[in-house]
């Protein structure tokens, strides 16, 4: 589909659903589906970042997620190191920066070592931006914001008379724009703890389609009905 004429979102965030659906309905097991889910999403951002859309964030894995059996649990930590030679290759190919939203907490030397070449060797891209939130919760953003605002207000470094949206925005894991279009796919309309600060002026879009389905085709799909969204932030439109 031609973006051209259209006006498109600055920041796209995913909230990934529905690959362990996916699977089982075609008699698969889960982890075929976090491999489809995978696959669909190189294709999907390599697709979006094409169209001048320069912010995507994806939710990967939830601080929830740990809950999950062992056996898929280190499937997804496995794709990170697995696959880790790939996704520099993607990222690369597509001259993308990515990097990783979440605590660090909990996660194995071999997968944060990966998550730190992946961001050491693209920090070098500007334009096309990867925000991968993996092991992630938004209240713990959130709490991990303030614990560093509250030091820095310790030792001098911050008046807290000067404490703003903007201010406050760069003391989350990364200092992006606000998101513009949420997607979670499945058909599940709930937030689930993903970026609330960031989404609190989203639109919402809730497809029925499994994340390894959700295509080229189903994102302009999204993005014709985010153009007809009118977004007011808390303003009036004086024209209707
Ligand atoms: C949600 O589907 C998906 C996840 C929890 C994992 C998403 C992971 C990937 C797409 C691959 C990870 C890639 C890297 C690079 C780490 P679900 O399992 O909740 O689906 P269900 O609701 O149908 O069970």
Redesign the pocket.
């Known amino acids: 589909m031609d973006y051209s004429k259209l006006k498109i979102p600055t920041h796209v965030a995913f909230i ?7 699977a ?1 309905e075609k008699g698969k097991i ?1 982890s075929e ?2 491999k489809q ?2 696959l669909n ?1 190189k294709k999907l951002t390599a697709y979006i970042f094409s169209k001048n859309i320069k912010y995507i964030s994806a939710y ?3 601080t929830e ?1 740990f809950k999950r059996s062992e056996k898929e649990v280190s499937f ?1 930590m496995n ?2 190191t697995n ?1 880790l030679k790939d ?1 520099l290759n993607f990222c690369h190919e597509n001259q993308i920066k990515a990097f990783f939203s979440g605590r660090k907490e909990n996660l194995s030397k071999n997968v944060l070592k990966a998550m730190k070449e992946i961001e050491d060797e693209t920090k070098k891209y500007k334009n096309r931006i990867f925000n ?1 939130c ?1 092991n992630y919760g938004g209240h713990t953003e959130i709490i991990d914001a303030t614990k560093k605002i509250v030091k820095d207000v310790q030792n001098g470094n911050l008046d807290i008379n000067t404490l703003d949206e903007n201010i406050f925005n760069k003391y989350l894991y990364q200092d992006l724009p606000p998101v513009d279009l949420m997607i979670r796919t ?1 058909g ?1 309309q709930r937030l689930s703890n993903f970026m609330l600060w960031q989404n609190s002026y989203a639109e919402f879009y809730f497809p029925k389609t ?2 390894p389905d959700f295509d080229e085709n189903e994102f302009d799909k999204a993005i014709l009905e985010y153009t007809k969204r009118d977004r007011r932030f808390g303003g009036i439109d004086y024209e209707n």
């Open positions: 990934v659903d529905g690959n362990g659906r996916w089982t889960r589906g976090h889910g995978f999403l990967l894995f939830s997620n997804i794709l990170l696959q996704i991968i993996f499945s599940e499994y994340f």
